[in-house]
Each structure stands twice: as structure tokens, then as C-alpha cells.
């Protein structure tokens, strides 16, 4: 079945790729010899092109005149263009099961055309490099060094830089090293790193065996190609390279046909930009590299140093590069004449230039005739020679070649930038799109060269738009300013090179699309739709390209969200996104940058927006107010984790971004579809959770009251949302079972009360109020707030300054009020310590028995206490009401305590409507989203609706007892509400989570249940009874009945007839029809209890063990991490009950009415509406961020040493000492080699002048004045000493 459904998938893969590339034929052309020009060595029977008189066509042998005044065969002039038959995809007989792909082309085919068809349709990866290798073609034995060269050092320069490598193709020569290195790189890399190199195969059509396999008009999807002979050389196609181009001349079994085509291909790219859509900083590198070859090739190197193409020569390979290394090596000294003619300014190589060059060329090209040509060639490639470096790969070995391409790069672009740049710019750029920062590091950033902003700018962008962090941090250590950097404008072209088809930038399309469908927007697609028609060639091309597949409505649509994608402002898209993925958490983004932030309607402020963008948007110019944190949400928002990752490390308020990120990922992964994106989405959301936890925990350990304060903040950067907002919507259970997270909110639990505290005490204080006032319940005094103030002793002194506000934090309904007088002006005992005021302006303290009774009644935990126990009076009240005093309609009832109970239902009303509508700070949309969203509150509403419903119907007698069947099922909800109010319980509350989950579990076993029940049921009831039309009877026993056969209540003497069964039946028809009970049928009975057998080992044994174990494994899922879950779920209902009055239903309509008197009519703020936010200003908000951020550097140090210490970094760093030493034992072994060549001409030269010496001795012609000196030693022996 796996097979099939695999066929399936690539049957359907197949359709659609030759649906997508069924207009090649109509662009590409191939060429055939259309006029036959005879070759003189073969008697007629071949033309010029290489093909036989029986392969060309009648109009081809016809043309006598042509063919009787035409010397040589000329493509351009004897082969005519015509549809290609050779395209699509390509597999290898016997080989792995990737598909290459192939095209079929005239060598005049525009590069444009064949580029974009391999980036846009074959999704081949744009290239950070091309490598075209010439040479080496044939069936020469390629040197041993040479294919090292190929295989460490090219491919693996060519792996770390993204390069596609160019080559014949063929399984010969170099091509066929370049494949096999290429094979085994793909082989050991992994799949982060397996499709950065691309080796693209170029070959002759007429030159390729096997070609009539992958000719077909339609398109070949895929085209088997079997090769001959795989372990010998061959011109058949290689397994190894992803694309074939195959150019096609009209010739057949000849080369050098693809030579023009190959080399105006390579201009192309050199012409187009690195990076994602181009955004690169730089223009495509290009190299050429030469290995050996034959002395054709002198006019394409020729030919590509005029275009100022560089070059790279494998000198000892053999062949043109031995030729070219030798010419430019060794008459690099040779004197260049001026022309003696005044009007020619041209320099000419002098006589002896030039017949040392023709020496050589002899030396190595004895065969060639015409050597004039040659030495022509020859000279002009030495007055380029600027644009050539010679490699010594013998000699120097191929570990650092990718130093080598970078410096053979840089060294040609050298010759083309102006003066004015930097000399290092194009180095640097280079780098960069490599991403090599090892090689930026050395060279560039070594503490030798200044750098100035102006020139890592363009190379800042660049590693942000193509993701190297690496880069961008190096150029914010040395020397970037960010805050320069990132301005609004800059922000935008960041959120416009979102790349295509991933999920931002289908969401930010799509609320584009929802903006110019907006009736309020300005941006009507009429008007659009002609400015993007006046843009440009470009955008009106793209536009085509989309028309051509969208319905006339559509394309309107399409085109005006493609423009606006491009050149419209992106804030109130990205608004839009962070909306979805942060909620109702935070306050929209980025409106204050339209100045929005003043307007509440998002209807109006997007309509504001639309006018706005119509603009000038002078607010590009601006720069970002936070840039660290904005570049953090760009670069969350593509999942990537370094980049994201560093900027949360520069980024300020460390917990609260890592929250952040955790909840957008989080979002994230639910909407995306492909299953590896979305795990390393969760892997990173996980990741930023736990750096929260981390960091919170350092700050904890540090100073807890500041710890305290950090929770409770609110934020600037992030809308206006605190820590404890944020990780309650991220869902961040790790971060919320910290230490200091769950000692804030105990301390906001129990209020002025001490934590100590028993129930018991609690309990009988709630009783007997008076009790307050003794000693039986302990209460923090002043001594203990001041001592939660101070800081520890080794702090960094922060905390003692009077000034901080590092002491207050809404711990309970007291600090609040303190909190609220000090908005209104009224210094409390607290703020007089926190703002230095001194004690003599304070002002006096409320009496004891004030403010002990309200430490008491108004802490949360006396709250919920009141609660509990007012509920279950309710639920006794209301079960005494069905049970026994449930009385009949009007003018019977209702009774009194039925009345009670209708009041006490309407006060529970009343809070659940106050928490709904009157609570936050919410739009009123935003508060019912919340509210729904919660499965309690869902719970409340369902009991609501079902007492209402019950209300309605016992005030009439017909529905009297349908009021009475409501009701009860109310008053199961209502105790099942139960549930919630003990999730505070530390051992219940994981219980709790525990039967929620197994509930899930319940129903997918009811599904595998009911379909055996149901399969089972029918088939039963068929069998017993062959005719019973009763439809209450046939339900009962094909679901009721079964479902009961899994306890063990089965009725065997109605199954099995074998038993007597004393029930009277009939088998009339009629009678069985008026509800007699049919009798059993006989000869189908030894079915029915083989069903049964079965049935009952299907039920009992097999899918109740299933459920058994499913309850097992969540049991110990969640019991393993109860604690965790409990902390988490614990955050809500001390939410909950910090907001509520203090007193209980049915009395909280007291607060109820006392909440109206103060909010509605006396227009009191309220304070305790914004529970848990503190907002800070000025100083003390400076200097909590400053001791945030000191705690993050302090941990990511303590990681840094924990990492640095890990065997893995110590078995690095130890490989880095390896190497250098085996470096310096190379470079050693070459001053060894160098001494001893030393020392061998020195012994020369001495005998020589020893020779000398004889010589002039034995003359009598010449008496020297005095004897020759006598040798001494350097080094005295031991023994004369």
C-alpha cells in the first residue's frame, strides 16, 4: 500500500511539473544542420557538423548552391532553430532516486531566459559563487593532487560558500572527479548544508551517448538515461550534478560548441546580485578555473579577461595551465616598449617578450601550426594578467582554498572598483555573502584597519536579509552603531525581503489583501493596479506573469498586493501579524510610528493609517525607538534561531522577550504546515522559555523583592504587558513553577497575612470575625515590608537607594491602596520611605481596628475561602429545593428558599457579567474572546443558560417537568464547578489536569468503541430476529444492549436457543407489527454466539486494556511534571480572586452596589482593576533594566564557562592546536627543504671558486700578492677548547 500511495504521490508531482513547464518548447529551441556541407576526408558520406547523409533532412541535400559555395560549416549560417525535444527531469538507471533536471538549447538561447528557469522553476538555490572549470576534458588521467584539489578544496570551499561549480558534465576528466567529490561531500554533510552546492553540468548535445533517451516533445518527467560502463570514462551524463544544460549547435560528436553559450552565461550571473531576491551587497562572484588543457582554449581565456572575468590556474596540472603559469611566473620581468608611431597610445610587448613567448609556446604546443595565433593570444593574456593568480596546489595543498578563491577574487576586483572605496570593501563583502566570518576575523577584523560606519552598512544588511549572525555580531563589535543603524524605512526593506512561501509572508500578504479589501481604505485596486503599471518593466513583468494564472477579479487583487507587497508601508501589516500571534496580551505595535496610539477603534486608526501611507511617510527617515527588540521580533517571526537569539542577548528586558518570543513561536508552529518548520519552531519556543526561567531565576537568587518587582512591570518595549501577562499566554508552565514566580504569588495570596498561616485559624476567624484582632492570626508588620525592601548584603547597592521603587510591588489590597493615594496625591507610611520623604511629613496611620479588618477581609485567600464555603451552601440550598421544596407552578410555588435560590443565582450572575464587561482595560470584543476562551467560565455560562431555561418552564404547568429535568442537569454543572475552585489544592490540582486529559482520551476510545458496538449491534439484532419494524426495541438492543454485554449483564437465554427462554413471542407479522415480541430465529444461532465470543474479546480485553493504558501513560505524563502543572493552572484563580470583592454570593450585591456608588456615580478610578502591573518611570524604571541586564550578562557568562569547559569545545579547541602546529611542521619542513637547496648551491659555488683558486695557481701569468685565506670554522670543536 506505502508503494502505491508513493507512485500516487509522484504521479501527481510528475503532472504538475509538466504542467508547470509545458511552455519551455514555445521559448527554448534546439538547432539542426539544415544545409549539408561535405567533408572531404570522409568521401561524402559526413558533413562539416559530424552527421551522416541519412540523418539530414531532404531540404538539408537539396541545397546544391549553398553547399557548392560554402567552404566550412557555419552553425549560425547552416543549422536552423526549431521547439526543443529535450527537457524536464532526469533519472539515472540504477542510481539513487534524485531526479536531475536537463534542457535542450540553441548556444544562442539568452542566459536571462536559462537562469531564471533554474532559480524560479527547478528551484535550484541562487549561488553566493560559480566556479566555472575549464579544462581537463577528454580522457586524460587526471593528477592525484589535482583531484585533492577538487575534492577538499573546491567542493568544500564551494560547500561553505553556496557555489555552484560548472563543468562538462561528463563522466570524463575533471567532470567526473568534480561529480565523485561532489557525491561524497553531499553523502557526509548533513541536510542543513546538503543543496549548497549545485554542480551544473554544460556539455555539447551532439557530444553526449545515449541522447535519443531523453528526447521526447512533451517532456520527459522523468527520462530514463542508463549508462554504459560506469567504471570507465565515457561522454554519458554523470549521476552526480543536479542540472544538465545542454547547448546544441547543430553539430554532432564534435566539442567546443557550448564554449560561447558557457561564457556568455557566466557574464550574466557575474551581473546579477547575491542573496535572497537579490538583496545582496554585491554582485555574483564568477571565477574561472583552468586545469591543464589544450591550446584551444587560449581564446576563451583570452575572450574572458577582456570581460574582465578572473581566473584561477592549476599550475602543474598540465597542458594550457603549466603554459600560462610558466608565461606569467617567469617573463613577469620582461620590458614593455612604447610604439614608435606617435598617433598609436597602445603598448606593444617588445621583440624579446615575444619571442620568449613564442619559445614557450613551441615548448608546449610543438604539434600546432599556427603559433603566430597563439603568441597573439598569449601576449594579450599577459596584459591582463592583473585578473589571473596562479595556484600552486602541489605545493601549497588544498586545506585552505577558499582563501585562495577569496584573494584570486578580491585581487580582480581590485582592478574595477574607483580609488574612493575601501580597498577591504570587496573583501569584506565577500566574506559576507561566503559567510566565512573565520576568514573576516583574520584578515579583516584583526585590529589593523579602521573601520567606518559607512562601510559595514550595506555589508549589515546583507548578513540580515540572508541570515548570518555570525556577521552581525562582529559588526556590532566593531564599530556599528545599531541605533544609527535601524530607522523605520530600513525596518521595512527588512520585512519586504521576507523570502517567498514561508509563513510571514503569507500573513502579511494576506492582511494586505484584507486591507485593500477594507471599504475604509483609500488604496482602491483600480488605482493601484495603474500605479503598478507605471513602476517599471519589472513589476509590469512579474505582473504578467501573475495574470496569466488568476481569474480577471483576481488579478486586479493580485497585482495591487503585489505592488503594495513591494512598495506600501509594512507597519500596519507586521500590527496586524503581532496581533495575531500576542493577542489581547500587549498593545498594538508600531501605531505610535503613525501616530496611532491615541486611537482606540481599530476601524478608524487603520482608515487613519491608509491616509497616512498616502503620504510622504517621513517616519522612514526616523530612527527605531528600540531597535534591538525589533530586529528580535523580525527575526522570531522567520524562525531563526541564532539571529533571534542574539538579539535577545543585545536586546533589553531580557525575561520579558524571551516570553515573548515563546508565545509568537508558539502561535507560529500551530499555523504551520510543514512538520520540520514546525518543530524547530517549538524547539526554539521552548528554548526562550527556558532562558526566562534561567535568567529569573539569577534575578530571584539576587535581590527577591526586585525579582518581584520585574514580574509586575509594566513594559514600554512590549505594549504595555507584564512578565506574568506574557507567560500566561505563552502557555510558559516551566517559567511559572519558578521559585520567584510562585512566591509572588503567594505573597499576593495571602496578602498582609503570614504564609504560615493554618486553614483551621483562617476558617474559624471567617466565622467569628473578632478574632481578627488577636493573636491567633500572624500579620507582616512594618518591619517586615522594610526588611522585603532592603537588599542583600552584597548587592550592587541599587537597593539601597531611596529613591528605587525596586520595594513596592501590589502584593496585597493594602500596597494597592497605598498605591492609589499615592496617585492621588496622599503620601502612606510606605511611599513616604520609597520617595525619601521624611517621617515628620508623613501622614498618620488609619486606626488598628481599621486597617486590621481590612488586612483580613480584603486578602484574596479570604476571598476564596468565603467563597467555598458560600458555595456549598448554595449547593445544599439548591439540592434541598429539588429534592424536597420544589413545588408546582403559580399559585403553588415557588416556595420561599426557592426564591432564595433564584436571588442567590442572580447575585452569581451579576459577578459573572461584572468580571466579563467591567474588568480590564480591554475592548469590550476583546473581553467576550477571553471569556469564552476559558472552559470554566464556558462551564458557568452553560449552567446559566440551563437555570434560566428551568426558570422559565416552571412558571407554566405544561412545562413543569421539562423546568425539573433542566434543573437537575444544572445542578450537576453547578457541582461539577466544583472542580475549578480546588485546583488551588497542590495535591488535587494535578488530579484535576490529570481527568481533563483522560477525558480527551475517553473519546477517541468511544470512537474504536462505538464502531465495534455498531458493527456488532446490527449484526446481532439481524441474526436473532430475521423481521422487527419496532424502532425503540431495535436501539435498545443494537446499542444499549451491546453496550451493557461489556459489564456482564448478557442475556443467554435470549441469545442462545439452546436455553429456554419463557418469554412469549410470535412470528405473525401483523402481530409483530402492533408490538408483539418476534420470536428467535433458530438455524443462525451458532453465529450469533460466535459474534459474542469475539465481541466480548474485542471489548473486555482488547480496547479496555487499549483505554487502560492510555489512562496510564497520561497519568504518568502529567504526574511527572504535576507540580509544574499545578503552578501553572494556580496563576488564574489568584488572578480571579484577587479582583473579586471580598464578600461572597449572595451578599457580594453589597459590593456590588457599593463598586456602582464609587465607579459609576462618584467616579472613583479603580485600581485594582489593573491587577498585577506596576508602572515605572524615569530613574527607577533605569535602574531596574540596568540591574535586569547586569543579571543577563552574569548569566550568560556562567553559560559561556559551562560551555567553554564541555568536552566538546575542549576537543575543539585542542583540533585548532593540532592544526596549527601541523601547520608549522608543514611551514618547517619547507625551510628545511629550502636550507637544503641552500646548502647544495652553496657547495657549488664553493667548489667552483675552489676550481678557480686551482686554476689561477697553476698560471704563471698572474702572482696574487699575498696566499689565499685559510677556511675557519664557524663552530669550534670541543677538543680545541
Avoid at 72 to 101: I, M, N, V
Avoid at 744 to 755: E, F, H, P
Avoid at 1105 to 1134: C, G, H
Amino acid at each position: 500500500m506505502r508503494d502505491t500511495g508513493d507512485a500516487a504521490d509522484n504521479a501527481h508531482a510528475n503532472s504538475k511539473s509538466e504542467k508547470d513547464q509545458s511552455w519551455i518548447p514555445k521559448i527554448i529551441k534546439k538547432r539542426i544542420c539544415s544545409t549539408f556541407v561535405e567533408d572531404s576526408f570522409s568521401n561524402g558520406a559526413l558533413c562539416q557538423c559530424g552527421g551522416t547523409r541519412d540523418t539530414h533532412a531532404s531540404v538539408a541535400l537539396g541545397d546544391f548552391f549553398s553547399t557548392a559555395i560554402v567552404n566550412r560549416w557555419d552553425s549560425a549560417q547552416h543549422s536552423s532553430e526549431c521547439p526543443t525535444d529535450a527537457f524536464g527531469e532526469l533519472q539515472f538507471a540504477g542510481s539513487s532516486k534524485r531526479h536531475s533536471y536537463f534542457l535542450r538549447l540553441s548556444w544562442d538561447t539568452p542566459p536571462s531566459m536559462v537562469y531564471t528557469l533554474m532559480t524560479a522553476h527547478w528551484d535550484l538555490p541562487a549561488p553566493n559563487l560559480v566556479v566555472s572549470v575549464v579544462g581537463g576534458e577528454g580522457r586524460t588521467k587526471v593528477k592525484t593532487w589535482v583531484r585533492e584539489v577538487l575534492r577538499q578544496g573546491l567542493v568544500k570551499a564551494s560547500q561553505s560558500t553556496g557555489a555552484w561549480i560548472l563543468t562538462a558534465g561528463l563522466r570524463e576528466g575533471v567532470g567526473r572527479c568534480v561529480g565523485e567529490a561532489v557525491r561524497d561531500h553531499a553523502t557526509a554533510a548533513s541536510s542543513v548544508s546538503l543543496n549548497k552546492v549545485v554542480a551544473l553540468g554544460v556539455a555539447p548535445w551532439g557530444f553526449v551517448h545515449n541522447r535519443q533517451q531523453l528526447v521526447n516533445p512533451q517532456g520527459s518527467f522523468p527520462a530514463k538515461y542508463h549508462i554504459q560502463n560506469m567504471s570507465r570514462d565515457s561522454c554519458c551524463l554523470d549521476n552526480n550534478y543536479q542540472a544538465f544544460l545542454l547547448v546544441d549547435d547543430g553539430s554532432v560528436g564534435r566539442r567546443g560548441g557550448e564554449t560561447g553559450f558557457r561564457a556568455k552565461m557566466e557574464d550574466y550571473i557575474s551581473h546579477q546580485r547575491t542573496g535572497i531576491w537579490g538583496s545582496g551587497s554585491i554582485d555574483i562572484p564568477v571565477l574561472c578555473m583552468l586545469v591543464s588543457g589544450g591550446a584551444s582554449l587560449l581564446e576563451r581565456v583570452d575572450l574572458s579577461l577582456k570581460n574582465s572575468m578572473p581566473w584561477l590556474v592549476l599550475a602543474g596540472s598540465g597542458g594550457m595551465a603549466d603554459f600560462l603559469s610558466d608565461v606569467l611566473v617567469n617573463l613577469s620581468s620582461a620590458p614593455v616598449a612604447q610604439s614608435s608611431c606617435e598617433g598609436d597610445a597602445e603598448a606593444t610587448p617588445s621583440m624579446d617578450l615575444k619571442d620568449r613567448v613564442a619559445e614557450r609556446v613551441r615548448k608546449y604546443f610543438p604539434s600546432e601550426v599556427e603559433t603566430d595565433k597563439l603568441v597573439e593570444r598569449a601576449l594579450s593574456i599577459y596584459n591582463n594578467k592583473d585578473l589571473i593568480t596562479i595556484y600552486h596546489g602541489e605545493q601549497e595543498g588544498p586545506n585552505e582554498f577558499d582563501t585562495v578563491l577569496l584573494k584570486a577574487l578580491v585581487r580582480a576586483t581590485k582592478q574595477r572598483v574607483s580609488v574612493e572605496h575601501s580597498p577591504y570593501n570587496e573583501e569584506l563583502k565577500l566574506a559576507v555573502t561566503w559567510n566565512r566570518v573565520d576568514i573576516a576575523k583574520s584578515e579583516l577584523f584583526n585590529g589593523d584597519i579602521q573601520w567606518r560606519y559607512e562601510d559595514l552598512e550595506d555589508s549589515m544588511t546583507d548578513a540580515l536579509i540572508n541570515d548570518k549572525p555570525q556577521f552581525v555580531r562582529l559588526f556590532t563589535e566593531n564599530g556599528l552603531n545599531i541605533v544609527d543603524y535601524l530607522t523605520y524605512g530600513r525596518l521595512e526593506s527588512l520585512y519586504r525581503s521576507v523570502a517567498d512561501g514561508t509563513l510571514l509572508y503569507h500573513l502579511l500578504q494576506r492582511h494586505l489583501v484584507e486591507r485593500l479589501r477594507s471599504p475604509h481604505s483609500q488604496d482602491s485596486p483600480h488605482k493601484v493596479a495603474a500605479e503598478s503599471i507605471q513602476s517599471g518593466p519589472a513589476t509590469a513583468l512579474s505582473l504578467f506573469e501573475v495574470l496569466k494564472k488568476k481569474k480577471k477579479k483576481e488579478q486586479l487583487l493580485e497585482m495591487c498586493s503585489y505592488y503594495c507587497f513591494m512598495n506600501y508601508s509594512f507597519f500596519p501589516q507586521v500590527s496586524r501579524v503581532l496581533e495575531l500571534l500576542l493577542g489581547d496580551v500587549c498593545q498594538p505595535f508600531y501605531f505610535d510610528v503613525l501616530g496611532l496610539e491615541q486611537i482606540t477603534s481599530k476601524r478608524k486608526a487603520m482608515k487613519r493609517a491608509s491616509k497616512l501611507l498616502r503620504g510622504d511617510c517621513l517616519y522612514r527617515e526616523k530612527r527605531c525607538f528600540y531597535p534591538w527588540a525589533s530586529l528580535f521580533i523580525w527575526a522570531v517571526l522567520q524562525n531563526r534561531s541564532e539571529m533571534a537569539t542574539f538579539f535577545w542577548e543585545m536586546a533589553g528586558e531580557p525575561v520579558l522577550s524571551a516570553l515573548s518570543g515563546c508565545k509568537m513561536l508558539r502561535v507560529l508552529s500551530k499555523l504551520e504546515i510543514e512538520t520540520e518548520t514546525k518543530l524547530s519552531m517549538k524547539e526554539l519556543a521552548q528554548k526562550f522559555e527556558n532562558l526566562a526561567h534561567d535568567v529569573f531565576s539569577s534575578c530571584y537568587r539576587s535581590n527577591e523583592s526586585r525579582s518581584f518587582t520585574l514580574l509586575i512591570r509594566k513594559s514600554p518595549v512590549w505594549g504595555g504587558t507584564t512578565c506574568l501577562q506574557m507567560g500566561m499566554g505563552a502557555d510558559a508552565r516551566l517559567f511559572f513553577s519558578n521559585d520567584g514566580v510562585q512566591s509572588l504569588l503567594s505573597q499576593i495570596w495571602w496578602g498582609d497575612m503570614k504564609r504560615n498561616t493554618k486553614v483551621w485559624k483562617h476558617i474559624l476567624t471567617f466565622f467569628c470575625p473578632i478574632l481578627c484582632y488577636t493573636k491567633l492570626i500572624s500579620f507582616r508588620n512594618q518591619d517586615d515590608y522594610q526588611q522585603d525592601g532592603d537588599a542583600k548584603p552584597g548587592d550592587d547597592g541599587l537597593g539601597r537607594d531611596s529613591d528605587s521603587l525596586y520595594g513596592t510591588t501590589v502584593f496585597s489590597f493594602s500596597d494597592i491602596k497605598h498605591i492609589e493615594a499615592d496617585a492621588q496625591g496622599v503620601y502612606t507610611p510606605r511611599t513616604a520611605t520609597i520617595r525619601g520623604i521624611p517621617h515628620k511629613l508623613r501622614p498618620p496611620e488609619r486606626p488598628f481596628i481599621v486597617s486590621r479588618w481590612r488586612q483580613f477581609w480584603f486578602a484574596p485567600v479570604t476571598s476564596f475561602l468565603g467563597n467555598v464555603l458560600m458555595y456549598f451552601l448554595f449547593l445544599l440550598l439548591f439540592a434541598y429545593v429539588l429534592l424536597v421544596d420544589f413545588k408546582l407552578p403559580p399559585s403553588d410555588g415557588p416556595s420561599i428558599t426557592e426564591l432564595v435560590l433564584y436571588f442567590w443565582v442572580f447575585t452569581i450572575v451579576c459577578e459573572e457579567i461584572r468580571e466579563t464587561f467591567f474588568l480590564g482595560t480591554m475592548t469590550l470584543r476583546q473581553r467576550v474572546r477571553v471569556y469564552i476562551q476559558d472552559v470554566w467560565n464556558k462551564c458557568d455560562l452553560i449552567a446559566i443558560i440551563l437555570f434560566v431555561i428551568g426558570l422559565v418552564c416552571r412558571m407554566f404547568k405544561p412545562t413543569y417537568e421539562l423546568s425539573r429535568d433542566a434543573l437537575c442537569l444544572d445542578y450537576m454543572v453547578f457541582t461539577l464547578r466544583l472542580i475549578h475552585i480546588f485546583a488551588i489544592h497542590k495535591q488535587l490540582g494535578p488530579k484535576i489536569i490529570i481527568v481533563g486529559k483522560m477525558m480527551k482520551d475517553v473519546f477517541f476510545f468511544l470512537f474504536f468503541l462505538m464502531v465495534w458496538l455498531m458493527a456488532y449491534g446490527v449484526a446481532n439484532q439481524a441474526l436473532i430476529y430475521s423481521y422487527d419494524p419496532n424502532l425503540d426495541r431495535i436501539f435498545r438492543r443494537v446499542f444499549y444492549r451491546p453496550y451493557l454485554h461489556i459489564f456482564g449483564q448478557i442475556p443467554v437465554e435470549e441469545m442462545d436457543v439452546g436455553k429456554i427462554w419463557d418469554m412469549p413471542c410470535t412470528s405473525n407479522e401483523t402481530l409483530i407489527n402492533e408490538g408483539a415480541e418476534p420470536c428467535r430465529t433458530m438455524y443462525t444461532n451458532w453465529l450469533v454466539v460466535i459474534l459474542l465470543v469475539v465481541y466480548l474479546l474485542v471489548t473486555n480485553i482488547l480496547l479496555i486494556n487499549l483505554l487502560i493504558a492510555m489512562f496510564s501513560y497520561t497519568f504518568s505524563e502529567v504526574q511527572a511534571n504535576s507540580d509544574i502543572y499545578w503552578k501553572f493552572q494556580r496563576y488564574n484563580l489568584i488572578v480571579q480572586y484577587h479582583s473579586r470583592p471580598s464578600l461572597a454570593p449572595p451578599f457580594i450585591i453589597l459590593s456590588h452596589i457599593n463598586l456602582f456608588i464609587k465607579r459609576i456615580i462618584r467616579k472613583v478610578p479603580s485600581v485594582k482593576v489593573h491587577h498585577f502591573v506596576l508602572k515605572l518611570k524615569g530613574k527607577a524604571a533605569n535602574k531596574l533594566m540596568t540591574w535586569e541586564t547586569i543579571q543577563k550578562e552574569d548569566f550568560l557568562t556562567a553559560q559561556s564557562k559551562i560551555q567553554k569547559s564541555s568536552d566538546s569545545e575542549r576537543l575543539k579547541r585542542m583540533s585548532a592546536k593540532v592544526d596549527g602546529v601541523m601547520k608549522q611542521l608543514t611551514e618547517s619542513r619547507d625551510l628545511d627543504h629550502r636550507l637544503r637547496a641552500l646548502e647544495s648551491e652553496m657547495e657549488y659555488c664553493s667548489n667552483a671558486l675552489s676550481w678557480i683558486v686551482d686554476t689561477l695557481a697553476q698560471g704563471s701569468s698572474f702572482k696574487p700578492p699575498r696566499p689565499p685565506p685559510t677556511l675557519r670554522d664557524a663552530f669550534p670543536s670541543s677538543s680545541s677548547s
